[in-house]
């Protein structure tokens, strides 16, 4: 049993100190810098030491209870730095994935459909001049770059304000077209019969998309910091920058292996909840209809 513990808490103390207190120190420290510096000495390095020697030369600091007591302090402050971060990046995480009813939501969502159909009509010129070519491994190369340039906008036409909503939403718009289910009813169904290593890898993946979100919220964090010490304003465009690219993966992921999984196992949810036999081939949409019944019940 202590061999147990002792790995848990190992395990414990490794994640707080990987989630918490390092990225909370860093931020703690930066603004440090920032806040001694200033915009005019920003690079002033001699300004820092001084500052510094100043500290470390006050008669408190050379007792061991104050000493102690600061690295507590600084601790906790580190903590508290990161378990903001963390609600943020919650926050945003949320804002990526919402529904378009506001009028900014509106709006975005509009703009990305407008350019989305641009895309999708460059695409079928491009398709429909390919038929009779005289060069069609040009005509290939281009319409691969129209598809690209498109799925950055959406797999689909954008019904969302951000690209990892409508990631999401295909997924869902192409399980109700291939089963006539409704994803939102049928996914906490599928995820109760769902073999290990295939839980183990969308929740690999939702945690990466919630990592991206959390650096998203330390890229706000550095550009409120840029209004006293501007150097942080790289730190910021940098962890956005990573952010962005990390959450885009992450997402088409995620929705790739839940697709997945709802074509592997949706035979088998649909025999555990009696409508269909162990024989029967995968289920259409009768068998989708009733099972978004089924599973909506009275709503």
Same mark, same amino acid.
């Given at each position: 049993?202590?061999?147990?513990? +002792? ?6 103390? #490794? ?19 920032? *806040? ?43 903590? +508290? ?17 919402? /529904? ?9 969502? $509009? ?11 460059? /695409? #079928? ?13 040009? *005509? ?10 498109? @799925? ?6 954008? *019904? ?23 994803? @939102? $009813? ?22 990466? /998309? ?5 650096? $998203? $919220? ?24 990573? +952010? ?10 995620? +929705?790739?292996?839940? #697709? ?32 978004? #019944?089924?599973?909506?019940k009275a709503e």
């Open positions: 049993m202590n061999p147990l513990l +002792a790995t848990l808490g190992g395990k414990l103390a #490794e994640r707080w100190l990987n989630l918490l207190i390092l990225p909370g120190g860093l931020f703690l420290a930066v603004t440090a810098v920032g *806040t001694t510096l200033g915009h005019r000495d920003w690079h002033d390095v001699d300004r820092l030491r001084t500052t510094l020697d100043t500290l470390a030369a006050r008669p408190a600091l050379d007792r061991p209870g104050t000493g102690a007591l600061l690295l507590a302090l600084v601790l906790l402050a580190a903590t +508290a730095t990161s378990l903001a971060a963390q609600f943020l990046g919650g926050a945003i995480e949320r804002y990526w994935l919402r /529904f378009g009813r506001d009028p900014l939501s509106r709006a975005l969502t $509009a703009r990305r459909a407008r350019r989305w159909q641009y895309l999708d009509a460059r /695409f #079928e010129e491009a398709v429909t001049a390919s038929y009779g070519g005289s060069d069609p491994a040009g *005509t290939r190369a281009r319409i691969e770059d129209l598809a690209e340039a498109r @799925a950055r906008v959406a797999m689909r036409r954008p *019904t969302r304000p951000t690209w990892y909503g409508d990631r999401v939403q295909a997924t869902a718009d192409r399980v109700d077209a291939a089963y006539g289910v409704d994803l @939102a $009813a049928l996914w906490p169904r599928l995820w109760l019969i769902l073999p290990e290593p295939a839980v183990r890898q969308i929740q690999s993946s939702h945690d990466s /998309f919630t990592a991206a979100a959390r650096l $998203a $919220a330390w890229a706000v964090a550095y550009a409120l910091l840029a209004c006293w010490w501007w150097p942080a304003t790289l730190v910021a465009i940098g962890c956005a920058t990573v +952010a962005r690219s990390r959450a885009r993966d992450a997402m088409d992921a995620l +929705a790739g292996l839940i #697709e997945a999984a709802v074509d592997v196992h949706v035979r088998e949810l649909a025999e555990r909840v009696g409508l269909t036999g162990a024989d029967s081939a995968v289920p259409g949409h009768e068998v989708g209809d009733r099972m978004s #019944e089924l599973f909506r």
